[in-house]
T-cell receptor, first 113, second 111 residues
Framework: DAGVTQSPTHLIKTRGQHVTLRCSPI?????VSWYQQVLGQGPQFIFQ???????GRGNFPDRFSARQFPNYSSELNVNALLLGDSALYLC????????????FGSGTRLTVV | KNQVEQSPQSLIILEGKNCTLQ??????????LRWYKQDTGRGPVSLTI?????NTKSNGRYTATLDADTKQSSLHITASQLSDSASYIC??????????FGTGTRLQVFP
């Protein structure tokens, strides 16, 4: 949907490298969530941030970390990349705290070789 | 366990025909249910969102229904078009911080 900006669009990394993915939410939205979608599967929840604080974490290893900046943009960092980290990484911008009005970005396609 | 199951896994229809996709969930407590359309390699785009008190919601040729008693939802697509070819994902939200996604129905519309 228009308004949620993710960068880069595509990325190729080698095993063991580190990657940083970025997300800018819709203006006025103070919360973002990150999801991993492996090809052929539904998105899996990674993190949610609200007002720069972590409010939820999915079942992902400590290699995954994230943060939210004062302007509400967010970064997802993945260390020591594995082949299995290849996926579409989605950022969702959230209008209100009650899980209402999620808007997804177009995602970042990460390929680990 | 909170789960969202969708059927069928995949569906092929001819252009102009109607189809119905199903979603069953076991999420409790329940807050809202959404249907998203996702083109390959792209982010999901919201079609409809329904809360507990709503039992039908339309968005153009898309009509979603919700039966909160049986915990079932359906998405009906009328007069399908080639551009309807995509994955359709049912997403349920409880009162926690994460959405619970179904694995989707892959719809292919052929001329």
């Amino acid at each position: 949907d228009a308004g949620v900006t993710q960068s880069p669009t595509h990325l190729i990394k080698t095993r063991g490298q580190h990657v940083t993915l970025r997300c800018s939410p819709i203006s006025g939205h103070k919360s973002v969530s990150w999801y991993q979608q492996v090809l052929g599967q539904g998105p899996q929840f990674i993190f949610q941030y609200y007002e720069k604080e972590e409010r939820g974490r999915g079942n992902f290893p400590d290699r995954f970390s994230a943060r939210q900046f004062p302007n509400y943009s967010s970064e997802l960092n993945v260390n020591a990349l594995l082949l299995g980290d290849s996926a579409l990484y989605l950022c969702a911008s959230i209008r209100s705290w009650q899980n209402y009005g999620y808007t997804f970005g177009s995602g970042t396609r990460l390929t680990v070789v | 366990k909170n789960q969202v199951e969708q059927s069928p896994q995949s569906l092929i229809i001819l252009e102009g025909k109607n189809c119905t996709l199903q979603c069953n969930y076991t999420v409790s407590p329940f807050s809202n249910l959404r249907w998203y359309k996702q083109d390959t390699g792209r982010g999901p785009v919201s079609l409809t969102i329904m809360t507990f008190s709503e039992n039908t919601k339309s968005n153009g040729r898309y009509t979603a229904t919700l039966d909160a008693d049986t915990k079932q939802s359906s998405l009906h697509i009328t007069a399908s078009q080639l551009s309807d070819s995509a994955s359709y994902i049912c997403v349920v939200s409880g009162n926690t911080d994460k959405l619970i996604f179904g694995t989707g129905t892959r719809l292919q519309v052929f001329p």
